[in-house]
């Protein structure tokens, strides 16, 4: 079984997520849990990231709320960053 990894940046971030919209925490837990189950279900789009971010992946919570995380489908996912697109890239 897959285990989150949470750095301290994602902690921060899903911290100010949660504050700012305290009716997404219930989406963001459901997502992470989706994450566990199968990181690569297609309702979190997940996909790999270029530039700066090579080697990690993102996904998508929502309209506009982004995972960024690394670790492959088999892998424990240590979860790196969490907010709106302009936010996380």
């Given at each position: 079984m897959r285990t989150?990894?949470?750095?301290?940046t994602f902690i921060r971030a899903f911290k100010r997520v949660t504050r700012r919209h305290?009716?997404?925490?219930?989406?963001?837990?459901?997502?992470?849990?989706?994450?566990?189950?199968?990181p690569f279900a297609?309702?979190?789009?997940?996909?790999?990231l270029k530039g700066k971010l090579a080697g990690s992946w993102a996904?998508?919570?929502g309209y506009d709320l982004h995972f960024v995380k690394t670790g492959k489908q088999e892998d424990d996912i240590f979860l790196?960053?969490?907010?709106?697109?302009?936010e996380v890239y």
């Open positions: 989150l990894i949470w750095s301290n305290p009716d997404l925490r219930q989406d963001i837990e459901s997502i992470l849990r989706l994450l566990v189950e199968n297609p309702q979190l789009e997940t996909h790999k996904c998508s919570a790196i960053e969490i907010g709106t697109h302009d």
